[in-house]
């Protein structure tokens, strides 16, 4: 397993950035399947972005297409999450996870068998 531990989560208003880090530790990290995911509180986990170990492919949900950037650098064992013209909705708890075999369906927490302790994001209207 990998041992995940995110960073750089804050308060900031509607319409702000935060660049949030996962730093990873343990088996190589270069070959695992990363993923950002979020829960709000009385809400589901769910999946944010994703990324590919290769090729860095990239996947995002819906909700923050065009706004979020997922992406790694394998030299510091760490993937990012650039959030840009964040929203009151994006308000959750943040949390890193792997998976070493390439997930079925990646927006589902359940495929995922290594998580941090996540970083809270609050954003004000």
């Known amino acids: 397993q990998v041992q995940l531990v995110e960073s750089g989560g804050g308060s900031v208003q509607a319409g702000g950035s935060l660049r949030l880090s996962c730093a990873a530790s343990?088996?190589?990290?270069?070959?695992?399947?990363m993923a950002w995911f979020r829960q709000a509180p009385g809400k589901e986990r769910g999946g944010v972005a994703y990324?590919?170990?290769?090729?860095?492919?990239?996947y995002y949900a819906d909700s923050v297409k065009g706004r979020f950037t997922i992406s790694r650098d394998n030299a510091k064992n760490t993937i990012y999450l650039e959030m840009n013209n964040l929203k009151p909705e994006d308000t959750a708890m943040y949390y890193c996870?792997?998976?070493?075999?390439?997930?079925?369906?990646?927006?589902?927490?359940?495929?995922?068998?290594?998580w941090g302790k996540g970083t809270q994001v609050t954003v004000s209207a």
């Open positions: 996870a792997s998976n070493p075999w390439g997930p079925y369906r990646w927006t589902d927490a359940g495929e995922f068998n290594s």
């Open positions: 343990g088996n190589p990290y270069s070959r695992y399947y």
């Open positions: 990324i590919y170990p290769g090729d860095s492919t990239t």
